[in-house]
């Protein structure tokens, strides 16, 4: 047991930046969870925390243990619920946001589904390319791609999500092929506008260190879709994951581009705003998603699909 309260106190303080918070939300004094995390890394043998009298941070092992962490509570607590549910059916109405791409492909596909399995519960489905607060907005759960920002929301990583730099044949033969991503410099770039989610800039792994720049172009737009058309319509090089390409780089309409550059992928997560009492509804929908984007089947029919 106080393994797990270690365990819940970190993930608590690591989220929300603030051991009165936690403490607070636990019904224990501040300096109880201090204890706590204070045992938790004497234990481990690393720093996980550091803590100043202005703000608390993770350290790289933090970091790594902090998703591990959330990961097994999440799992706890499913299976705690799946026994102490019993029979109960799932009811109500769950409200679910996800990008407008990668929604209309493998999400809107998945909710007629889930409602078949749960005939008690409706569902409302909201595609947009920007992050939605999901808090303020009182959304269930977000289906998000990429990397993640710093926040107190809960996130379970779903499936690996990679990119790739790709262009058409014509483009290639006109403009040459880049070898190396700062040639990317003297391409027209594809890119995402500033108001959207993306807005790190492309990954690319350059002597073992992964590096992002910000390539520029002619033509930018907020809407992923768009510059896939653009891209296959010629008009310059795109970053683009590869499930929206697979059926195009099998058919060779696409040709993928600096290879042995890319970047180790990111994550399809479901993020939520909380782990206590998460109504029964959104947790079946969160397992649903990890065994249908766990499945390879489920994958290998999208690409079929296109």
Known sequence: MDRLKQLESFVGVATKGSLTQTAAEEGVAPAVVGRRIDALEERLGV??????????????EGSAFLEDCQRLLG????????????????SGHLRVTAPAGFGRRHVAPL?????????????????ADRIVDIVHERYDCAVR?????DSSLVSVR???????????????????????????????????????SQIRGWAFTVDGEVVRL???GRLDCSD?????????????????????????????????????????PSGIYAVFPQRKHLPLRVRLWIDYLKHSYGDPAYWSAAKARG
């Not at 799992?75 to 109960?88: P, R």
């Not at 791609?145 to 920002?149: E, F, Y």
């Not at 510059?227 to 296959?232: F, I, Q």
């Open 47 to 60: 720093k996980l925390l550091v803590r100043t009298t202005r703000r608390i941070t993770l350290t790289h």
């Open 224 to 264: 992923g879709q768009v510059l896939h058309d653009w891209c296959l319509e010629g008009r310059g090089i795109a970053w683009r994951s590869r499930w929206e390409v697979e059926a195009d780089l099998a058919a060779g309409t696409l040709q993928s581009l600096l290879d042995d550059y890319a970047a180790p």
């Open 111 to 127: 909710v007629p589904r889930f409602a078949e399995l749960h005939p008690d519960v409706t569902v409302s489905l909201n595609l």
């Open 75 to 90: 799992e706890l607590a499913n299976a705690e619920a799946s026994v102490s549910a019993g029979g109960v059916k799932a």
């Open 214 to 216: 910000k390539p520029s």
């Open 158 to 196: 779903l499936a690996d999500n990679r990119r790739v730099c790709v262009a058409t044949p014509g483009y290639l033969q006109r403009h040459g092929r880049p070898q190396q991503p700062e040639d990317l410099a003297r391409h027209d770039c594809l890119t995402l506008t500033s108001e959207a």
């Open 145 to 149: 791609v990429g990397d993640l920002p």
